[in-house]
C-alpha cells in the first residue's frame, strides 16, 4: 500500500525527523491561505502516488501571490503517469545548499533489510544509479532492527565528511529505520534529505511504502488508504475474502489454492491464451464463493471465457458445480465456460454439470485449451 507524500511526512514527524511543515488543499483560495500564512517562497507539490514529479512539472518553488496562482491552476489541472492531481501539499521552501539520499528498503534476494544512503540525491538518483553506482552506498543490517554496530561509523564516515554531519544523519537514519520497522513498510524513503544554507537538515520528500501482508496489524493505518489509486474490483474481492488481481487478458480463472491458481495462469500462457486474472477462492470454497468470483470476474468486459479449475479436498466439487449452475442462471451468464473439477465427489459434479449441458474435462490441459480456444472465437 502506498501513501501520499503529506501523509509519510507526518509519520517522520511523529519520530521527530526534521520536516520544513506545510498543509494539504484542493483549491486555490485555500492554498493562498496557507501560502500567506507561512510566508512565501513556498513549494507547491502535487500528491501523486508516482514517482518523478519534479521531473513531470508537479513540484514548483514561488515567490509570491502571482506565480502562486499560476502555478497552483497549471499543477492542478495536470495528469502525472495519467494520475490527475487532486491535493497539492504546501510546503515553506528550503534554501537547499545539498541534497542526500536516504532509505531504508528490503533486499529479497539478500533475505535482508537494507540502508541505502547517497550524497547525490534528487530527481536524478535514477541516472546517478547506473551511470555513477559508487556514489550509492548501502547497509545492511544483518538481520537486526538498528545501526547500533561496530560497522556504523566507517560506513556514516565513507558519506559524510564533516563530523556535525555525520552525527545529523546517523540520527535521521535510526529514525528512519524506526519508521520502517513499527510500520511494517516495504520501503520508507528520504529523497531529498537536504541541508539548508544555515547547516539545517530536513527531510523535504517522503516516500512510504507498507507491506501489503503486514496491514491487517495496522489498522491505525487503514485510514491511510486512497481508494481511487486502487481497483474497485480488487476492494470487493479483498471484502468477500477472495484472493483476487485483475489482470489484461480474455480468459477469466476461478482456481482454488494459490499454487494451483499460478499454475493455471502458466499453463493459459503456455498454451497460447491470456488471462484476465488471478483469483483464488481459497481451501474451503462453497457455492457462495463461486457465485461471488464470477460476479466480479464478469464485470471485466475483457473477459471472453471462463476456466473454473478445482482440486477438491476439503472443497466438495458438487458444491462447486451447485454454485457454477446456479450463478449461471441468477447472473445469466452467456460468457463460454470451461470446467475441471477433480477430487472429493467429482462423480456427483460431472454429473450435476452434464445435466446443463457442461462437461467436466478429466486434465487441467484439455480444460485450459478449451478456455483458450472459446477466448479467441
Ligand atoms: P519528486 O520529483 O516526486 O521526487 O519530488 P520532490 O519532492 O523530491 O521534489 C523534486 C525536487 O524539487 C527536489 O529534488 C528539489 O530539488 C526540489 N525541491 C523540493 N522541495 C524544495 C524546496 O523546499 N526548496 C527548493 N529550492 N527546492 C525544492
Ligand atoms: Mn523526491
Redesign the pocket.
Known amino acids: 500500500m502506498k501513501i501520499h507524500?503529506y501523509q509519510a511526512i507526518q509519520l517522520f514527524k511523529n519520530v521527530g525527523i526534521p520536516t520544513?511543515g506545510g498543509e494539504t488543499v484542493s483549491t486555490l483560495d485555500d492554498g493562498l491561505a496557507v501560502a500567506k500564512r507561512l510566508g512565501f517562497p513556498v513549494?507547491l507539490?502535487s500528491q501523486v502516488l508516482v514517482?518523478?514529479?519534479?521531473?513531470a512539472g508537479?513540484?514548483k518553488?514561488v515567490n509570491n501571490d502571482v506565480e502562486f496562482k499560476e502555478h497552483f491552476i497549471r499543477i492542478r489541472a495536470l495528469k502525472i503517469k495519467g494520475y490527475s492531481v487532486e491535493k497539492i501539499f504546501i510546503?515553506p521552501?528550503?534554501?537547499?545548499k545539498k541534497?542526500f539520499y536516504a532509505a531504508v528498503a528490503i533486499d529479497n534476494i539478500k533475505s535482508d533489510v537494507v540502508l541505502i544512503v547517497s550524497a547525490e540525491g534528487?530527481?536524478d538518483i535514477e541516472e546517478t544509479a547506473k551511470k555513477n553506482p559508487q556514489a550509492i552506498k548501502k547497509f545492511y543490517l544483518n538481520g537486526q532492527k538498528t545501526i547500533d554496530t561496530a560497522r556504523w561509523p566507517e560506513f556514516v564516515k565513507s558519506i559524510f565528511s564533516d563530523e556535525a554531519d555525520q552525527k545529523i544523519a546517523t540520527g535521521v537514519l535510526q529514525k528512519l529505520l524506526a519508521v520502517f520497522f513499527t510500520n511494517d513498510c516495504s520501503i520508507a524513503e528520504i529523497?531529498?534529505l537536504v541541508k539548508d544554507a544555515k547547516g539545517q537538515w530536513f527531510a523535504?520528500?517522503a516516500k512510504v511504502n507498507f507491506d501489503d501482508n503486514a496491514i491487517f496489524r495496522h489498522v491505525e493505518l487503514e485510514s491511510l488508504r486512497d481508494l481511487s489509486y486502487e481497483d474497485a474490483d480488487e476492494i470487493e474481492a479483498k471484502n468477500l475474502n477472495l484472493s483476487f488481481v485483475k489482470m489484461d487478458g480474455t480468459v477469466g480463472c476461478i482456481v482454488n489454492g494459490a499454487g494451483l491458481a499460478m499454475a493455471t495462469l502458466d499453463t493459459i500462457k503456455l498454451l497460447g491464451g491470456e488471462p484476465a486474472n488471478f483469483l483464488d477462492v481459497g481451501g474451503s470454497s462453497n457455492s457462495a464463493k463461486v457465485l461471488n468470483a464470477l460476479k466480479i470476474i464478469l464485470r471485466n468486459k475483457n473477459v471472453k471465457s471462463i476456466l473454473v479449475n478445482i482440486f477438491g479436498g476439503i472443497t466438495r466439487c458438487d458444491d462447486i458445480a451447485n454454485g457454477i449452475i446456479e450463478a449461471r442462471k441468477q447472473l445469466n451468464i452467456q460468457v463460454p465456460m470451461s470446467v475441471r473439477l477433480i477430487g472429493t465427489n467429482e462423480k456427483e459434479a460431472a454429473e450435476i454439470l452434464k445435466r446443463e449441458n457442461i462437461i467436466s474435462h478429466p486434465t487441467m490441459r484439455s480444460a485450459v485449451e478449451e478456455a483458450v480456444k472459446l477466448a479467441k472465437r
Open positions: 507524500e520544513p513549494v507539490k514517482g518523478g514529479r519534479g521531473k508537479g513540484i518553488v510546503v521552501a528550503v534554501d537547499i541534497e534528487g530527481v529523497n531529498p523535504a520528500d
